[in-house]
């Protein structure tokens, strides 16, 4: 009897767990197919759970999915593709220039996005919805869907924490160990690099103030109609908990408030799928082992200058590896027989082969992951943005080396490949992190969805919100209070200092009583 009483107060529990079928709205605009698969990975998910779930994205389902409905957008391809075309040009220009690009791209996205006509047709229906996952770059503007909806919000970082994630939800960031996303540091920094590291955290905020408040807030103000909350205020409050694609283990240590949960690798596949015949037979007779080589959703190889193409066509050559690459166009001059190219892969299933040596990546989050996951070393060649990082965070833990896109050449690419394939203590490096990134007491994406079903639940979780959304910038710092106490002490001694001369100067000399007594 006490049996079947225990196991009834568990099913109670479990079932007061459970959220009844919600309607959710999932906002994944940018064109980066990447950032696409990370959060559609959740909302499929979502779906199977029986929610109903509808997408704004520009990459639809190529097969219909049960609770699934998207929402395409076709406008945006015309306005970012010229772009997303030149983004290896990106690598030669400095930091600021990366960053300029980085927001025109952003605001591109936005304006294209909250204009195409599926999207307006949205904001002007009478639809309704429980709650709103929505990607976080670069997209304060589309904070307007949680108000207009009347929903609470989750937002979805691609990569890890980073100034549009933070100031959500108020997670500090201290520069003295937290490297910038636009920086290679590491956590360890030199007084040089702390120094850089903060001046960039400085220039972040101008860059926000200057550059990206005002554009955000014009699309915000002219996409959502009727009375509504100042785009800032609607930033203190419509979020309330951000995942993001990163975990610790394959990271950095760093501070996080309650509605910040680490996410990293929820769209890698937990058991592999099978690949096609043709790469499957490809891969099993590789004896010598395989090669990856992709440059990411983003970033063509085609569009590689023909010098850097040649430098990797014949290093290709020399090897007794096979390599597959992904390469945009139907033929690549030259391909030698160890090659075999394609327009896409399936990415997380390949690096799972146990036959995949080494991957040659751009260094995205999404492929440093996925290789850290499946153990497998990697050669970076960073472009833009957090790529940097990534590669930097490769080398110091001994499972990658980086090769500067501008010093691309036959014999730094050999050098380096040599260097890996030789060394097996990259691969047990790997392998190393691999382990203890896996160890984990829930799969990523087990942890995300209850996240998204916990803000239902409770309302939009105004319980974990940060009291650090209601400060302002002096007080954030505790800045006003370091004034009084440094501040005050200063003024009153400077009084008393001041008070001590007076009174001195007001007495008469000793001499001077002597002349009067002496006349």
């Known amino acids: ?147 207009h909806f009347k929903a609470p919000c989750i937002g979805v970082s691609t990569f890890g924490a980073s100034k549009w994630t933070s100031d959500l939800v108020g997670t500090p960031s201290p520069p003295s160990y937290v490297p910038n996303a636009f920086l290679g540091f590491s956590d360890h920094m030199s007084f040089k690099e702390r120094m850089i ?86 891969m099993d007779n590789a004896t010598d082992g395989v090669i990856y080589f992709s440059m990411g959703s983003n970033i063509k190889s085609k569009d590689l200058p023909t010098e850097k193409r040649d430098a990797f066509l014949n290093v290709f050559s020399k090897l007794k590896q096979k390599v597959l690459w992904k390469w945009e166009d139907e033929n690549l001059p030259g391909k030698p027989d160890n090659v075999l190219i394609q327009k896409w892969w ?47 965070k490769a080398e110091l833990g001994g499972y990658g080396l980086s090769v500067a896109y501008a010093d691309i050449s036959e014999k730094k690419l050999l050098n380096a490949l040599k260097t890996i394939l030789n060394d097996p203590e990259f691969k047990v490096n790997a392998l190393a992190i691999s382990q203890r990134y896996r160890d984990q007491p829930l799969t990523p994406l087990e942890l995300a969805v209850f996240w998204a079903e916990y803000v239902i639940r409770q309302k939009g979780a105004p319980h974990i919100r940060a009291a650090a959304m209601d400060l302002n910038l002096l007080q954030y710092h505790n800045l006003d209070v370091l004034a009084l106490l440094i501040g005050l002490p200063i003024v009153i001694v400077h009084i008393l200092v001041k008070l001590v001369f007076r009174k001195k100067s007001s007495k008469p000399s000793n001499k001077t009583d002597k002349r009067k007594k002496q006349n």
């Open 1 to 147: 009897m006490k049996l079947w009483l225990l196991l009834l107060g568990c099913a109670w529990i479990i079932s007061n767990q459970d959220v009844h079928s919600a309607k959710i709205l999932g906002v994944f605009p940018t064109t980066a197919k990447s950032h696409y698969i990370v959060g559609s990975s959740l909302m499929k998910a979502l779906a199977s759970k029986g929610h109903e779930v509808t997408v704004i994205s520009p990459f639809p389902q190529q097969k219909p999915l049960k609770n699934y409905r998207d929402i395409t957008t076709t406008k945006i391809w015309p306005v970012v593709q010229p772009m997303l075309d030149d983004l290896l040009n990106v690598a030669d220009k400095g930091i600021i220039d990366g960053i300029k690009h980085t927001y025109d791209f952003g605001h591109r996205v936005m304006n294209s996005t909250l204009t195409d006509p599926a999207v307006v047709s949205l904001i002007d229906s009478n639809a309704t919805f429980d709650l709103i996952v929505l990607e976080i770059f670069m997209t304060d503007a589309m904070l307007g869907f949680c108000h």
């Open 197 to 282: 590291n903060t001046l960039m955290s400085g220039i972040e905020i101008i860059v926000d103030k200057v550059l990206d408040a005002p554009v955000q807030t014009s699309i915000y103000e002219q996409s959502f109609p009727g009375p509504k909350p100042t785009l800032v205020e609607l930033k203190k409050k419509a979020v309330s908990l951000v995942l993001l694609n990163n975990h610790f283990s394959i990271s950095y240590p760093r501070p996080y408030v309650t509605g910040m949960i680490e996410v990293g690798g929820m769209h890698i596949n937990r058991v592999p799928k099978a690949l096609p015949a043709n790469i499957q037979s490809f």
């Open 346 to 392: 399936p990415q997380d299933d390949i690096l799972a082969h146990p036959n995949v040596k080494l991957f040659i990546t751009h260094g995205g989050l999404l492929s440093t992951t996925e290789s850290l996951y499946h153990g497998v070393p990697v050669i970076g060649i960073p472009v833009f943005g957090d790529q940097y990082l990534n590669m930097a």
